[in-house]
């Protein structure tokens, strides 16, 4: 009786030891993987802050293209904006600090008007003309910090600093503009970008969980994704 008893207590201990030691895994996962949307994005409120003041972009050269009898400009719409896409991978150092990097994707897009003005008769006609666009292709170095690391949920903060590539395209339709001129460009310039998450909470499993984030910067004021333990 007595080494049937012992035994079971030897097999309980056993059993306890096991669960401890997957409980610990749970805890100690080096690498994660997620996927997010949110916005607004830091690229699109420093752009649109920049051009809301100026939506005069270019002048036509009017006396070639219209003999002299017409003065011209093009303007913009409203923008319309894409969403902040992005995806981030973390390998922590501890059960505190993950290091890594994000890299997130948005874009913009607006009508491109000519607005004509008969010199002639001070007639106004106002047309659309094409389509501009730009795309903001990120990449920033990022450290996670876990205030909270629990089985199911999780409390973190999150900064990061990188640069932003913007991709610029004015495209005009092809029966548009005067006397068939068109003002097709494209250009590319790069930007200094960043994202500060002061507060984001995960809860789910112990490998796969949900999560939301607030702060500023190019993921956006709010986000919310999908992540990925292991």
């Not at 309980?12 to 805890?27: D, E, R, V, W």
């Not at 001129?181 to 930007?191: F, I, P, R």
């Not at 993921?219 to 992540?227: D, M, W, Y």
Request: glycine share 10%.
């Amino acid at each position: 009786m007595m080494k049937t008893t012992k035994m079971m207590i030897a097999a309980i201990l056993l059993c306890g030891t096991g669960l401890n030691a997957q409980a610990q895994n749970y805890y100690e996962t080096k690498h994660e993987v997620a996927v997010a949307v949110g916005g607004p994005s830091n690229s699109e409120i420093v752009d649109v802050f920049s051009n809301m003041f100026s939506t005069v972009i270019s002048a036509a050269v009017t006396s070639i293209m219209t003999g002299g009898n017409a003065a011209a400009y093009y303007t913009y719409g409203d923008w319309k904006d894409t969403p902040s896409i992005s995806a981030e991978y973390f390998y922590h150092v501890n059960k505190t600090i993950g290091i890594g990097a994000v890299g997130a994707f948005t874009g913009m897009s607006r009508d491109m008007y000519i607005t004509y003005t008969n010199l002639n008769n001070n007639e106004t006609v106002k047309e659309k003309t094409g389509r501009a666009a730009k795309q903001f292709y990120t990449i920033m170095p990022t450290v996670k910090i876990d205030w909270l690391r629990k089985k199911n949920v999780g409390l973190y903060s999150k900064i990061g600093a990188g640069m932003t590539l913007i991709h610029e395209t004015q495209k005009d339709d092809e029966k548009s503009g005067m006397k068939g001129e068109k003002t097709d460009y494209s250009k590319n310039s790069v930007m200094f970008n960043f994202q500060v998450s002061a507060i984001g909470v995960e809860v789910g499993s112990p490998k796969f969980r949900g999560f939301a984030e607030l702060g500023y910067g190019e993921q956006g004021i709010a986000l919310i994704g999908l992540r990925y333990k292991f």
